[in-house]
């Protein structure tokens, strides 16, 4: 499928702008499923100013979706229609400062703030090395994993919105609960400051890597998945319901329900965007019908449903 290209339009709407804008990119080397149809623009700015230049200057009409690492992520098979921005490299730069703090631009990897943090002798950060993508997923999704979440050590978050305005906010201002944060919608996570407490470098090494160890012995971390399908309902585990439904290695196609960890879905190879999403409907509808709960979707799925 091919959107009509806007991009000349975008250019002379924007004489000022410095980042990249491709038309009809693909999107499938965007996630790690590595599927799905085109995106009719992307937008990958410079830095924050870019950003917000750009959204300025976009027509409100043109949905606008944002990228990071792509790693909870399922573009369909039509594509998207709009603008997708990838938060490249002018935004994934991680510092430290005083006061055991940590602040990460919202492209940065997970894993990049917990080395920065183990290193400085930073501890309570470590969990970030169990999450497979972006600081500006985590505050999204208030991301996290072995006992610690993006709440816990969130000092503030900045963004900007779609009309290109810069916004902040505070830990008690982002509404965190569990694996969701009520900022609205479009805004545009770019950075983050956290805060953890005084560790030893040794200590907090040898933990992230009792974390690495950990999901390579338990999570198909090297295939191509969209990490956690379902957020665990109150009080019970997805992976478990997935499993007594019977769905552990059910296949459609060249996608499956992982055998090692049945909460995750895999691409084998050439498995389409519908067939990934439709597998994940035929494992939601088995454990409806053999427990009663009602499984809600923790990957992001987006786009047009090829016809």
């Known amino acids: 499928m091919m959107f009509a290209d806007i991009v000349p339009d975008l250019k002379a709407r924007m004489p000022e702008l410095r980042g990249k804008l491709e038309t009809n990119a693909p999107a499938a080397p965007l996630s790690w499923f590595r599927t799905g149809g085109p995106a009719q623009v992307l937008f990958t700015p410079v830095d924050t100013d870019d950003l ?20 909870n992520l399922l573009v369909r098979d039509g594509g998207w229609e709009g603008v997708m921005i990838r938060l490249g490299k002018g935004f994934a730069e991680v510092s430290v400062e005083a006061g055991h703090r940590v602040r990460a631009g919202a492209g940065a990897p997970d894993v990049k703030v917990a080395r920065a943090a183990a290193e400085a002798g930073i501890a309570g950060l470590s969990f970030l090395r169990g999450i497979p993508g972006a600081v500006g997923g985590a505050l999204r999704m208030n991301g996290g994993a072995y006992g610690g979440e993006t709440k816990d050590v969130l000092v503030e978050a900045k963004g900007v919105t779609r009309t290109g305005e810069a916004v902040s906010f505070t830990n008690a201002q982002m509404g965190f609960t569990y694996r969701h944060s009520s900022v609205p919608d479009d805004v545009i996570f770019t950075e983050a400051l956290f805060e953890g407490r005084p560790g030893n470098p040794d200590e907090i090494l040898a933990e992230m890597n009792a974390i690495t160890e950990a999901r390579s012995s338990t999570q198909p971390v090297n295939t191509r998945t969209g990490g956690s399908t379902f957020k665990n309902p109150p009080g019970r585990k997805a992976w478990e319901l997935v499993d007594a439904a019977g769905c552990r290695g059910l296949r459609i196609g060249d996608a499956q329900v992982s055998e090692m960890h049945c909460n995750f879905l895999i691409n084998h190879g050439s498995a389409t965007a519908a067939e990934i999403e439709g597998l ?28």
């Open 280 to 307: 994940g409907e035929e494992v939601r509808r088995r454990v409806r019908e053999t427990s009663g709960v009602e499984l809600e979707w923790e990957i992001k799925r987006v786009g047009i449903a090829k016809a």
């Open 52 to 71: 917000a230049y750009f959204l300025r200057r976009l027509d409100r009409s043109v949905p606008v979706l944002v990228v990071g690492l792509g790693s």
